[in-house]
């Protein structure tokens, strides 16, 4: 990309920051409701010398990391095994068609009585919330595996299992990591969410801390943090998927 | 495999996990998971007296507001983004700036804002339902056949009469397959928006039985809520195949972060 274009491409979030700074530090907008963009950045990156901060963002990335992990493993096995034979359009389907316009979030409560108010209980949130994309790209993606491949893997004498390996994941994989980039981001946000609603620590609890003292800054760091991370791990598996895959065209 | 069996298919898994959910709870015979039959008569005396509804009300007036604002902002703005180049390089990056962000966390900092009433809960919605319907009108418009639009200019169609004559007709099946994943995602805003700042709605309703350990109730309201999703997105699904019969058949992304 060339330097004008990256440049259009990216002017308005820009302006956008600058033109909140302006108005914050001409006094056109109270800076106890609204702190200037810089001052948020500048106490984001203080932060990382705070020992309450960084216990939080690590309780924070523990949960977001183990549920994370789960479902993408479990997501694409779930997915993988469900395409093949009858089972996916007779129970898998239906399944998704009931599970995934249902908000996830208004189970937390129930998670919560049942896996207690510590790590459980939120890593099974981000896990239910976060497989749904990948479990619909895995299987979704190895039904479209074209059959011929199969066949001549399976007359080449490779076994069952090993078509699996081999070359239904392969085929199904530009799909699944699609999916797994909308994990990403769904995981970050509803992790956070779950601090937030029920407090404890984290850095969704962190902005809970700072609303009843009343610190605007601090409202806003944690939010940044989420959003920077996401945006971050979002990037990074669009380089991955393009690295990974340069056989296969974008879409 | 026949129509019927097919629109049968959800509830014999509805029925599925409601056996799963029995077993697991005569098993573990604990408070903390009441056996699914006395959740549902639960679930159906909450409504049935009525108890449930003024915050079911509250809840779903929320989520209308911010649906048609959205709608009225994130579509239109979509639909110019395709055509216009310079636009989307203004719209785009700020969009994928926004993605990540968890928008019912900024509750707490509207609530300075905007104060206790139902406006920060409206905002939330309508910038959570905003992004899936800004990001697939702007593909509908993108994609629109160019030979369509030459013919009409060839004829004479002005641009405003060429965007309602055709770039919207034709982007249709894509704005509504955004519009969809934006009910599911609006849903989960209001829900989420209700649990933070706790004062009215199902998701106020949820947390405030589990605060009096009422758990029988919170799960009958989980129970209600649930099915408000799924009956939202089944009722717009209806909508959606009638305007778009003419479409070929995608599939629905359906889940996109809120």
Not at chain 1, 153 to 171: E, K, M, N, Y
């Amino acid at each position: 990309m060339s330097l004008s274009r990256l440049l259009a491409r990216s002017y308005s979030p820009i302006l956008l920051l600058l033109g909140w700074e302006v108005l914050v530090r001409s006094g056109a907008m109270p800076s106890v409701l609204v702190p200037a963009p810089s001052n948020v950045i500048l106490r984001l990156v203080q932060s990382f010398g705070d020992p309450v901060f960084l216990f939080d963002l690590q309780q924070t990335l523990f949960r977001l990391f183990s549920g994370l992990a789960l479902a993408i493993v479990l997501g694409t096995a779930i997915g993988v095994a469900s395409a093949q034979g009858g089972i996916g359009e007779q129970i898998l389907e239906p399944l998704m068609r009931v599970l995934a316009p249902i908000p996830k979030i208004a189970l937390f409560p129930a998670l919560l009585l049942l896996f207690g108010f510590d790590h459980l209980s939120r890593i099974i949130l981000v896990l239910i919330d976060a497989i749904i994309p990948v479990l619909l790209a895995a299987y979704y993606g190895a039904r479209a595996v074209d059959e011929r491949l199969l066949w001549s893997a399976r007359s080449a004498g490779t076994s069952p299992a090993g078509c699996i390996w081999r070359v239904v994941l392969p085929a199904a994989l530009p799909g699944i990591l699609t999916g797994v980039r909308i994990a990403i981001v769904i995981a970050c946000i509803v992790v956070f969410l779950s601090e937030m609603v029920q407090p404890g620590d984290g850095l969704g609890d962190l902005v809970i801390r700072a609303a009843r003292a009343f610190r605007t800054i601090d409202m806003f760091v944690p939010i940044v943090t989420i959003s920077i991370l996401g945006f971050l791990m979002d990037h990074a598996l669009a380089l991955i998927r393009r690295r990974v895959l340069v056989w296969m065209p974008e879409s | 495999m026949t129509a019927l069996a097919d629109r049968l298919r959800p509830l014999v898994a509805v029925v599925f996990l409601l056996a799963l959910w029995q077993a697991a709870s005569l098993l573990l015979q604990e408070d903390y998971l009441p056996p699914a039959t006395a959740v549902l008569a639960d679930a159906g005396q909450l409504l049935a007296s009525g108890a449930l509804i003024p915050d079911i009300l509250s809840s779903l007036g929320r989520l209308a507001w911010g649906f048609a604002f959205g709608i009225v902002l994130g579509i239109p703005l979509g639909l110019v983004s395709g055509r216009s180049e310079r636009i989307n390089d203004f719209v785009a990056p700020l969009l994928a700036l926004f993605y990540p962000v968890p928008k019912a966390a900024l509750m707490p900092i509207f609530l300075l804002w905007f104060g206790a009433g139902d406006i920060s809960k409206i905002v939330i919605i309508i910038m959570s339902v905003s992004l899936p319907l800004v990001y697939h009108s702007y593909q509908g418009a993108k994609s629109v056949d160019a030979k369509l639009l030459w013919s009409a200019a060839a004829m004479g169609t002005g641009r405003l009469r060429q965007f309602w004559k055709i770039i919207l007709p034709a982007s249709l099946p894509e704005v509504l397959l955004g519009t969809r994943v934006a009910i599911v995602i609006g849903v989960i805003a209001m829900v989420s928006s209700e649990m933070i700042v706790r004062q009215n709605g199902v998701g106020y309703y949820i947390f405030n039985t589990l605060d009096m350990a009422e758990y029988q109730t919170t799960y009958a309201v989980i129970v209600v809520v649930a099915a408000m999703g799924y009956a939202l997105d089944w009722l717009f699904e209806r909508v959606r195949l009638r305007l778009t019969f003419w479409a070929p058949e995608r599939r629905a992304p359906l889940v996109e972060p809120a």
